[in-house]
């Protein structure tokens, strides 16, 4: 079993910075690789970024791709993603994942991929 906890969100202005960290508990952190999607209102959930188990290794999508970042701290049993220059169309739920079949891989960027969601963190970003 995993726990996941986000926070972090916020309201930001365009052009602006905001940092998103999630916590996990239960199952060892570095046995698995962990993703972040969004979900705006009437929206399908979106992957936006995925890092491996040991953090070598991330993947993004291209909406967010030079401007997002995704890290984790395995000894904190932390993932973060800082997100900078912030548009209004990056306002969303974001939500924390864990993936355990595959924790060498960053590649997974289906939700269906995902066996442990956190609750979201939402993120608005003001024009």
């Known amino acids: 079993q995993v726990q996941l906890v986000e926070s972090g969100g916020g309201l930001v202005q365009a052009g602006g910075s905001l940092r998103v960290s999630c916590v996990a508990s239960g199952r060892t952190f570095s046995s698995y690789a962990t993703g972040w999607f969004r979900q705006a209102p009437g929206k399908e959930r979106e992957f936006v970024a995925a890092i491996n188990c040991g953090g070598r290794s991330t993947y993004y999508a291209d909406s967010v791709k030079g401007r997002f970042t995704n890290s984790r701290d395995n000894a904190k049993n932390r993932v973060y993603l800082q997100m900078n220059s912030l548009k209004p169309e990056d306002t969303a739920v974001y939500y924390c994942?864990?993936?355990?079949?595959?924790?060498?891989?960053?590649?997974?960027?289906?939700?269906?991929?995902?066996?442990?969601w956190g609750q979201g963190t939402q993120v608005t970003v003001s024009s």
């Open positions: 994942a864990a993936e355990t079949d595959r924790p060498l891989y960053s590649g997974s960027r289906y939700t269906d991929q995902y066996d442990y």
